[in-house]
């Protein structure tokens, strides 16, 4: 599992519904749907439980997971919890911020480094006087 049971239980203090353990169903649900938004981004590979996901990314897993949780509990109605709407609203907005690029994750991305800048031909790699000119300066092509 992504989250922890604290996590999960995070979005549900003060309402009428609390959790004996995070549903793992809906919470594998609710990592699907976080991971396939975020993979064009971030490596998600990595991300596999509790310790190696980033803060934030687990909070949007356990926003989601509490409002799948609530809108299945109070199922049999007929107007759905506006909490759990809203919950999934804000889950989503973080979720398109994150995969946006207009939130980041406090994670390390490795930047590619050069150790030479290469061009080609280099002046090592030809004779200007021997070379064969490929073009000049007012050729018509």
Same mark, same amino acid.
């Given at each position: 599992?992504?989250? #922890?049971?604290?996590? !999960?239980?995070?979005?549900?203090?003060?309402?009428?519904?609390?959790? %004996?353990?995070?549903? &793992?169903?809906?919470?594998?649900?609710?990592?699907?749907?976080?991971?396939?938004? @975020?993979? %064009?981004?971030?490596?998600? +590979?990595?991300? $596999?439980?509790? #310790? &190696? &996901?980033?803060?934030? $990314?687990? #909070? $949007?897993?356990?926003?989601?997971?509490?409002?799948? /949780?609530?809108?299945?509990?109070? !199922?049999?109605?007929?107007?759905?919890?506006? /909490?759990?709407?809203?919950?999934? +609203? @804000?889950?989503? #907005? @973080?979720? %398109?911020?994150?995969?946006?690029?207009?939130?980041?994750?406090?994670?390390?991305?490795?930047?590619? &480094?050069? +150790?030479?800048? !290469?061009?080609?031909?280099?002046?090592?790699?030809?004779?200007?006087?021997? !070379?064969?000119?490929?073009?000049?300066?007012?050729?018509?092509?």
């Amino acid at each position: 599992m992504h989250i #922890t049971l604290a996590e !999960a239980q995070a979005w549900l203090e003060g309402s009428r519904v609390t959790l %004996g353990l995070a549903d &793992t169903e809906l919470e594998a649900s609710a990592s699907e749907v976080v991971f396939s938004q @975020l993979r %064009g981004r971030f490596d998600v +590979s990595p991300w $596999v439980d509790e #310790t &190696t &996901t980033p803060k934030l $990314v687990r #909070t $949007v897993i356990a926003m989601l997971h509490d409002a799948w /949780y609530v809108q299945r509990v109070h !199922a049999d109605q007929d107007d759905l919890s506006p /909490y759990a709407r809203k919950l999934e +609203s @804000l889950a989503m #907005t @973080l979720l %398109g911020g994150l995969a946006g690029g207009s939130i980041d994750l406090d994670i390390v991305i490795p930047r590619a &480094t050069f +150790s030479l800048l !290469a061009f080609y031909p280099m002046q090592a790699d030809t004779d200007a006087g021997t !070379a064969p000119r490929a073009f000049s300066m007012g050729s018509v092509f």
